[in-house]
């Protein structure tokens, strides 16, 4: 015979009478749903508010209206709210400062390249020298083809510049190095397509702690700076393949460089 959940408590209250022992209802099983709508619920307020950011309802370096206003006006808990604005908090969108309150922040590049390099350095992912020279041949060596047939004639004016400032810093290893960083940093923006920059920024943190470890190596410039000149001509001649084969080049000769010097620095 089946029971109900009544029926079987009254059994057990039989049960009782005879055996003298206590009667317990049966127990409940956990019911999350009560949290899971919370956490839609807070999901869907953070929708909102990015929303409203995105639309311009919200500008950049607005401050949010007082938390039971806004509660109020989306709807929710103050509760939920800050929670919301907590997550918004991490994601970088929003800012919250004692005595001035909650303003939206404008979003750029570093929001999604600290947070990557952050992941990196906090779970000891271990990233050798020929994981990051696959990854940059991914992209830089397509890089140098778009930005040959992409680039504008200023493009390739700020480009050449920057091949004279690296061929003026020959024997200055740390200023060498940062014109170095930005002509592959302009050669991304030469392509005219933002997803490109937001990618190369992305590793760009690890490629300057290679580039650190070389940049005391006597023969680097000689070494180097042929391949800068030879993307720049390719790109100037408005030559995608000879683009991407000089690059392509350039990398591994690179990556030939840091593996020597990381042989040459073990104890």
């Known amino acids: 015979m089946t029971y109900g ?8 209250v039989e049960q009782t009478a005879l055996t003298g022992l206590p009667a317990r209802p049966p127990a409940r099983k956990p019911d999350f749903r009560i949290l899971r709508h919370k956490d839609d619920l807070v999901e869907r307020v953070v929708q909102k508010i990015q929303k409203q950011v995105l639309d311009g309802r919200l500008p950049v370096g607005s401050r949010l209206p007082s938390e039971r206003e806004f509660a109020e006006r989306l709807g929710v808990s103050r509760t939920v709210l800050r929670e919301a604005v907590r997550i918004l908090g991490t994601k970088g969108l929003l800012e919250t400062r004692h005595g001035i309150g909650t303003t939206v922040r404008a979003m750029t590049s570093e929001a999604v390249v600290k947070p990557m390099t952050l992941f990196f350095r906090s779970f000891n992912q271990e990233i050798s020298l020929d994981d990051l020279h696959q990854v940059r ?25 920057l091949c004279a400032d690296m061929q003026a810093a020959a024997r200055d290893p740390e200023a060498f190095a940062q014109k170095d960083a930005e002509f592959h940093r302009r050669l991304g923006q030469t392509t005219h397509n933002p997803l490109i920059t937001l990618l190369l920024d ?7 702690e290679v580039r650190t470890r070389v940049a005391s190596d006597p023969g680097l410039y000689d ?7 030879r993307i720049l001509d390719a790109v100037a001649a408005r ?3 000879r683009a991407c084969e000089a690059m392509m080049e350039h990398l591994t ?10 042989e040459e620095s073990k104890p």
Do not use: C, W
């Open 239 to 241: 030559d995608p393949q």
């Open 137 to 161: 041949s991914i992209l830089e060596g397509e890089t140098a083809s778009l930005a040959a047939r992409q680039g504008t004639d200023q493009d390739v004016a700020e480009l050449r510049q």
């Open 5 to 12: 959940r009544t029926a079987f408590y009254n059994r057990k």
């Open 202 to 208: 992305s590793i760009r943190d690890l490629i300057a």
């Open 253 to 262: 000769t690179a990556l030939a460089i840091q593996k020597h010097i990381a």
């Open 223 to 229: 070494r180097v700076m042929p391949g800068h000149l």
